[in-house]
């Protein structure tokens, strides 16, 4: 709200006090999720992780059938928010999901039935502070948006009136847009749990991985200890010279001295 426009919001404060509250446009989708994000506990967000060790065969197809079971479940709203795969010697795989508290349980189960459950935690975040200072937020906006549309409708044929009110509408419109796309997030985080699944195989290797490993390492191993050595002959012929001469100097004082 600009400083220019204060007289209008006191006046505006002053008309039409028993008029009936109008309904913003969205109320009632925004009060259906408010509904049912208060039925989670006061309004709690959960997110879970899970971590899987599995055969290496089986990472990549048990990744892709958690993808396919989320895109199909358009019933418990589930969205794939990020995949990624990796190749080579720890073959892994890495999902998050975002789902209703139904979907993201099925989605944990299938994972757990695909290998072993090394990890399982769940991180919950009170937003009830969060979503009441939206909502007092909301109120207000809509309250004085309010207020001014009904002053636009009695300034009559009063032109300077009419521009100003009209710019504080255009003003409070954008910020009513914005504190409601504010509301909404913090209301699907509420009604919808994320879900980070972490698929690997470093656990379920077989006895010969590692020697096999340590033969692929013994190029790079070997140059990296001639690398170490070169290295350490550097740093150490200095100190060979500087004791070389101390001990020629030490030896000719010692045979005067005889």
Not at 90 to 102: F, K, M, Q
Not at 163 to 171: D, F, G, I, P, R
Request: charge should be positive; charged fraction near 25%.
């Amino acid at each position: 709200m600009t400083k220019q426009t204060a007289p209008l919001l006191a006046l505006a404060l002053t008309l039409a006090a028993c008029s009936k509250p109008e309904r913003a446009p969205g109320a009632p989708a925004y009060a259906e999720q408010k509904v049912a994000a208060a039925a989670r506990a006061k309004f709690l967000a959960y997110e879970h992780a899970i971590s899987i060790d599995t055969d290496e065969n089986n990472v990549r197809p048990l990744a892709a059938r958690l993808v396919a079971a989320c895109a199909a479940d358009t019933a418990n709203t589930c969205t794939l928010l990020q995949s990624s795969q990796s190749s080579g010697r720890d073959v892994s795989a890495h999902l998050r999901v975002r789902a209703r508290p139904a979907g993201i349980d099925a989605l944990m189960k299938m994972a757990a039935g695909g290998g072993d459950v090394a990890h399982q935690e769940t991180r919950v975040d009170d937003l009830a502070k969060a979503i009441s200072d939206s909502d007092k937020q909301l109120d207000m906006l809509r309250q004085y948006q309010r207020k001014l549309s009904e002053l636009e409708n009695r300034a009559g044929n009063n032109l300077e009136t009419l521009m100003k009110v009209s710019k504080e509408l255009a003003q409070v419109q954008a910020e009513l847009e914005q504190a409601m796309g504010q509301n909404a997030h913090l209301l699907q985080r509420v009604n919808l749990d994320l879900l980070d699944v972490q698929i690997s195989a470093r656990r379920q290797r077989s006895f010969w991985a590692p020697v096999r490993d340590a033969l692929d390492d013994f190029g790079s191993d070997l140059s990296r200890g001639i690398s170490s050595v070169v290295t350490g002959a550097a740093y150490l012929l200095p100190w060979l010279l500087v004791g070389a001469i101390a001990l020629a100097l030490g030896r000719r004082l010692w045979r005067r001295r005889k």
